[in-house]
């Protein structure tokens, strides 16, 4: 075990290959689970669930926390929800390449803080990098030509340039190797490790937490106090209704007294014991009128104010509520035994003032929408970044694909020169526009499943969806697309290659 009170610092290099040592063990325990971990917010962890193919079939949990003093590479005990995990293009390319993989290697090079991971999976071998030097480390999956499929991060730095797709390159030796007998945890290393550092993520989770519920109480408390300032001022126009309706009254009767086009007139006042007074007036206007607009102001003051009282009332409240959780939030001590019931009762109640942002509805299951038909057997492909790309099979489905299922963002591709073939949309989530490998992506399947299959260079055009229209009386499959784009695409085997085998109902077209 480390030494107590050892400031935190990521695995060594000697650290990293007794790591590598027990994880032998391991080998030939097939993938149930790879995905990006959603906590810590921008550290990039990943999450591979093994299991064992024989005898107990046992779990393990193999965590890869990435990032300056928290990196390492360990089995952990602690469970994830289904909420922990990232969702989105990394996850399902993760996903759809490591699921059921067999894990045949595990490898690690003396001296240094990095490690590899092999993978015999249904599209051939992988390889998973696992870089735990520098302030946020790295992790790549590679496919077998060695090129990057999924990234924890693109890196552009000084020495080094790696993005999706580029061969994987590994950086010059890092300065801050450790000497092979820098170990801080005595065999087995694994739970020891785990056991190090799984408590101090969960005190800086904590930490975050409380963080993020005491700038939730500012906010709402700031909130309150400006509502009820802005109130207060509003009540005190309120109570100008009286003046105006007195003023109202002095020009109502001394309007006969005024000739036209005054901007003054002085008149005695009542209740000053007749001392004279001197209102302003419009020149434009009658003096009736303008004394009738004075008498509707102070009627919508008087409107108004059982309202702004009822809203001073509630900011009041809510402040009076707030302060304290506030004063307890600040005062909240870092190692206080009961810290995490507390942080719950206060969420709970800054939950209740509405004071914290409404948690994201769940995410829809993948699959079909809720409107598709199950006849819409669209062909199903997946693009390199993770997009789900649909193509029809007949006249009728490419109706149905492209008039039903697609949604207007979505983009919408036919091989060009009128020539017959598929309609291709590319399913995007809302505000999201495609980058240029999925369009090359879809294109070539565009290509592929036309009547100009196997020519060497086509143009496909493409536009969003919502600027296809089908005019009535148009046969199947006939559409006219609006506001359309013109990409080429040249015979790329490899990509097509890619693309048939990621289809979901392989076909043989």
Not at 5 to 29: D, F, I, K, N, Y
Not at 58 to 82: C, E, I, P, Q, S
Not at 425 to 438: C, D, G, M, Q
């Amino acid at each position: 075990m480390a030494a107590r009170g050892e400031a935190p610092r990521g695995l060594s290099a000697a650290e990293l290959a007794a790591v590598s040592s027990e994880l032998q063990a391991w080998l030939g325990a097939i993938v149930l689970e790879a995905a990006p971990l959603a906590q810590p917010v921008g550290a990039e962890d990943l999450l591979l669930v093994l299991q064992q193919p024989s005898g107990e079939r046992r779990k393990a949990f193999l965590h890869v926390a990435l990032g300056g003093t928290r990196a390492r590479v360990t089995l952990t005990a602690r469970r994830f929800t289904a909420d922990a995990f990232q969702r989105g293009p990394a996850r399902d390319l993760l996903q759809r390449d490591l699921a059921n993989a067999t894990l045949h290697h595990i490898g690690h090079t003396a001296g240094e803080r990095r490690c590899t991971f092999g993978f015999h999976t249904q599209h051939g071998d992988r390889r998973l990098v696992v870089e735990l030097f520098g302030a946020r480390g790295l992790w790549a999956l590679l496919d077998a030509e060695g090129r990057c499929t999924v990234l924890s991060r693109p890196v552009e730095t000084a020495v080094r340039t790696l993005r999706l797709h580029d061969p994987y390159v590994p950086p010059p030796v890092q300065g801050d190797v450790r000497s092979d007998d820098d170990v801080r945890f005595a065999p087995p290393v694994l739970p020891a490790i785990d056991a190090f550092f799984a408590p101090l993520d969960d005190h800086a989770s904590t930490q975050r937490d409380h963080d993020s519920l005491l700038r939730a109480a500012q906010r709402a408390l700031h909130k309150a106090s400006a509502k009820a300032k802005g109130v207060g001022q509003q009540l005190a126009d309120t109570g100008r209704a009286g003046a105006l309706r007195a003023e109202a009254d002095l020009m109502l009767a001394y309007a006969h007294t005024v000739r036209r086009g005054a901007v003054q007139m002085t008149v005695p006042d009542w209740e000053r014991d007749g001392e004279e007074r001197t209102i302003a007036l419009d020149p434009s206007k009658p003096v009736v009128m303008q004394s009738q607009a004075l008498y509707e102001k102070a009627r919508r003051l008087d409107d108004g104010r059982d309202m702004a009282e009822q809203r001073l009332a509630e900011a009041e409240a809510t402040i009076a509520v707030l302060q304290p959780i506030h004063a307890a939030l600040s005062a909240l001590s870092p190692v206080a035994p009961d810290l995490i019931e507390q942080l719950a009762h206060h969420r709970q109640s800054l939950q209740r003032l509405g004071a914290l942002p409404k948690a994201p509805a769940p995410p829809k299951p993948p699959g079909r929408a809720h409107h598709e038909d199950p006849a819409d057997n669209v062909r199903r492909f997946v693009s390199a970044e993770g997009y789900p790309i649909w193509v029809g099979r007949n006249n009728e489905q490419n109706d149905r694909l492209t008039m039903r299922l697609a949604k207007g963002n979505d983009l919408w591709l036919h091989v060009g020169g009128n020539r017959p073939g598929s309609h291709v949309v590319i399913r995007l989530p809302k505000n999201k526009t495609a980058s240029l490998e999925t369009l090359l992506d879809a294109a070539t399947l565009a290509v592929h499943f036309s009547k100009v299959r196997g020519e060497s260079r086509i143009e496909v055009v493409y536009t969003q969806k919502k600027h296809v229209r089908k005019p009535k009386g148009l046969p199947a499959g006939a559409v006219v697309p609006a506001q359309t784009k013109t990409i080429t695409v040249l015979r790329d085997e490899a990509r097509l290659q890619r693309l048939l085998s990621s289809a979901s109902e392989p076909d043989t077209p």
